[in-house]
């Protein structure tokens, strides 16, 4: 139980255009789900927590309007990271809760633009 | 501030056993997580430790003692497998995982 999967695993996009990213939880429903960031040889970093039907709470430095997460049920969070730049090329994680416990992870989807 | 301390390298050998230590400073606590990454994947939980003492699964150990603000994990009869960075994270008093920068660890023959 308690699995989570994301889509696309990669992707590779032209500096400038948009990309969504899901994150599904499969067989329960998530109260929470986070998004993270990892660069090469880096530990995770949050950079925003969802909760269904509210807005995401986004970490100081994460600009909002750049990275638009819609979590619209219990089992699905879309990240999208507009007008794409060679510098937001990393490896996106989301990772979802069901209480206070554990959070269950992803596989992550790698981001390259050209 | 809210700071997670580990290694940030250690090195072992097949068979041996290997202590990676976390020390934390949070704001708050609701327990402390282990995660191994292996290179180009998502973590994968290990352990959750929100009392003192051992909890011990399988080849793998963690510890914690919330008085020093410190927790270990301990693998014993290393296997090649095993190479891969070890996650420490803490769960503050909102329940918002703080993370270590991770300890990678490589085994030898």
């Avoid at chain 1, 499969?26 to 998004?35: K, P, R, Y």
Wanted: overall charge neutral; charged content about 15%.
């Amino acid at each position: 139980g308690a699995v989570v999967s994301q889509h696309p695993s990669w992707v590779i996009c032209k500096s400038g255009t948009s990309v969504k990213i899901e994150c599904r939880s499969l067989d329960f429903q998530a109260t929470t789900m986070f998004w993270y960031r990892q660069f090469p040889k880096q530990s995770l970093m949050l950079m925003a927590t969802s909760n269904e039907g509210s807005k995401a709470t986004y970490e100081q430095g994460v600009e909002k309007d750049k990275f638009l997460i819609n979590h619209a049920s219990l089992t699905l969070s879309t990240l999208t990271v507009t007008s794409a730049h060679p510098e937001d090329s990393s490896f996106y994680i989301c990772s979802a809760r069901i209480d206070s416990y554990e959070q269950y992870f992803g596989p992550g989807t790698r981001l390259t633009v050209t | 501030g809210q700071n997670i301390d580990q290694p940030t390298e250690m090195t072992a050998t097949e068979g041996a056993i290997v202590q990676i230590n976390c020390t934390y400073q949070t704001s708050g606590f609701n327990g402390l997580f282990w995660y191994q990454q292996h290179a180009g994947e998502a973590p994968t939980f290990l352990s959750y430790n929100v009392l003192d003492g051992l909890e011990e699964k399988g080849r793998f150990s963690s510890f914690l003692s919330r008085s020093k603000g410190y927790s270990y994990l301990l693998l014993k009869e290393l296997q090649m497998k095993d190479s891969a960075s070890y996650l420490c994270a803490v769960s503050d008093s909102n329940y918002q995982l703080i993370w270590g920068a991770g300890t990678k660890l490589i085994i030898k023959p």
